[in-house]
């Protein structure tokens, strides 16, 4: 018998729940059924952190439940902003964003990007700005770490790390949910992508001219998987952003079609206070079938 820590039994009932979600809904969504919060751990060192890894997740509920008004209601769903398609849900600390597929072949330098912005290397683009999703992950209880730093030597990116899910139904209305590192191919090996991401925050810079502050990863560093000091979710290990160097492509054959609306589900991991280096272990998946 496999073990399964309690955090992948946790993790795996939100997703459940949440799967059972319309995508792209016109109002915020309500979730199947309670489930418990999943527990996590704090902040990290950056270059010690393990592969996160779930066991395989049961079927989704067969039918979505009614949309809520938009102030959470039963559900416990909050609606961010009414201009984009990004919810909270601050019992189950979780963070949900909407979006589609924009590219499923080539190098990358991130898996998902404000839409608008750096689809032509990013899988997933989302509807919202990269500073909402900040703001919604600070909301649950996340708290940004530092942006990785080349000066005056490398200094890898650090935070809580985030687990990320894709959920997305196929052209059969088959509703399918994985990590979003299987999406995600190493070049080196030839697997899926084993590191996770940690929540480091981005930053701001203010334009001298008009006095304007700017979220950084507005202009696209939203979840990377190449090494930026902008970029709001970055890989706690060095990741160069040369093109010829480049680490990570899209694993196409996991990937839906072009167009496809995908939900995005952030789970931080929070309650579960370790020593800095320290991640959850859990059993590794099988690879989805190709």
Known sequence: MVYVPRLWVAMLAVLGAVCAMPVQAAETPALAEPVQPAASTAAVAPAA????AVAPAAEAPAA??????????????????????????????????DGQVCLREGQLEMFACPRGSKEHE?????????????????????????????????????GPIVDV?????DKDG???????????????????????????????????????????????????????PTATLDLPVASTQDNQDLLFAAWTERIPPLGTK?????????????????????????????
Not at 49 to 52: G, I, L, S
Request: hydrophobic share 40%; proline share 8%.
């Open 165 to 169: 899910y894709v959920l997305w139904e």
């Open 49 to 52: 952190v393990a592969p996160a």
């Open 64 to 97: 979505a439940p009614a949309a809520g008004d938009g102030s959470g209601g039963a559900s416990g769903i909050v609606r961010m902003t009414k201009d984009y398609d990004l919810w909270i849900d601050p019992k189950r600390k979780l963070v949900i964003v």
């Open 174 to 228: 088959k509703r399918n949910r994985v990590r979003a590192q299987e999406w995600i191919k190493e070049l080196k090996t030839d697997r899926a992508m084993s590191h996770s991401w940690v929540f480091a925050g981005s930053g701001f810079w203010t334009d001298e001219t008009t006095g304007q502050r700017f979220y950084q990863a507005d202009g696209g560093d939203f979840i990377c998987v190449s090494n930026f």
């Open 122 to 158: 990013s899988i997933v683009s989302v509807n919202s700005k990269a500073q909402y999703v900040h703001a919604a992950l600070m909301a649950i209880g996340a708290q940004p770490g530092k942006p990785v730093s080349f000066d005056p030597s490398y200094r890898p990116a650090s």
């Open 262 to 290: 995908v939900r995005l589900v952030l789970i931080p991991r929070l309650e579960e206070k370790k020593e800095a280096g320290q991640a959850e272990p859990g059993p590794t998946p099988p690879s989805p079938k190709e």
